[in-house]
């Protein structure tokens, strides 16, 4: 696709359960970012891949989140045990490196009920 | 860490006015500010941004002015229209770190 492509767009989840959330760059991308917005906030840094490693997670809030690239184009964002202040929009971005432009996607909108 | 501080908040103006978003960081390894227009349930999409070694940019309507010793940056939009209306973030980050840090965002309402 042209795009950074983001699903689902939507995801309800009862408090306790194990939700993923995918994100698919710009094919060539080498550099992906996830980023978690709360309502009225700017997005908020959760964790950088550079190809199929975790460069930089020191954004994740707690050991309940985790995210994988394996073979360093799509990437699974994956949330254990979810609770009710995990419901945000999940934004995913890509560059064609680290010091290029970043391309948002859609993103999710996650709510725990 | 980064810290961004933007305002206002939210600001209104009346079509062909201009509109200034100020934005302060707190890191001074940081190098690297673009901003962002976000529209109501969309994605945040870049409309311009600035590197430490420049002091301004200009890209039609839109202009960034940067102040690293001061370290503030801002976002000017002349001759405002109605479809500018948005929230718009400013960011920054160095590129030893690559994440951005987001500032809160401003709300801009552009009055017909």
């Known amino acids: 696709g042209a795009g950074v492509s983001q699903t689902p767009s939507n995801k309800v989840t009862e408090k306790g359960k194990y939700v993923e959330l995918r994100c698919d760059p710009i094919?060539?991308?080498?550099?992906l970012y996830w980023y978690r917005q709360s309502l009225g906030q700017g997005p908020e840094f959760l964790i950088y891949f550079q190809g199929t490693g975790a460069a930089d997670d020191s954004g994740l809030p707690n050991d309940r989140f985790f995210a994988v690239r394996p073979e360093g184009s799509v990437s699974t964002l994956k949330i254990q045990r979810t609770e009710r202040g995990d419901s945000a929009v999940y934004l995913c971005?890509?560059?064609?490196?680290?010091?290029?432009?970043?391309?948002f996607g859609q993103g999710t909108r996650l709510t725990v009920v | 860490g980064e810290n961004v501080e933007q305002h206002p908040s939210t600001l209104s103006v009346q079509e062909g006015d201009s509109a200034v978003i100020k934005c302060t960081y707190s890191?001074?390894?940081?190098?690297?500010f673009p901003w962002y227009k976000q529209e109501l349930g969309k994605r945040p999409q870049l409309i311009i941004d600035?590197?430490?070694?420049?002091g301004e940019k200009k890209d039609q309507r839109i202009a960034v002015t940067l102040n690293k010793t001061a370290k503030h940056f801002s976002l000017h939009i002349t001759e405002t229209q109605p479809e500018d209306s948005a929230v718009y973030f400013c960011?920054?980050?160095?590129?030893?770190?690559?994440?951005?840090?987001f500032g809160s965002g401003t709300r801009l309402q552009v009055q017909p």
């Open positions: 960011a920054a980050s160095d590129t030893g770190r690559r994440a951005l840090t």
């Open positions: 094919s060539g991308h080498t550099a």
């Open positions: 890191d001074s390894a940081s190098n690297y």
């Open positions: 971005a890509s560059s064609v490196t680290e010091s290029t432009e970043a391309f």
């Open positions: 600035i590197r430490s070694n420049v």
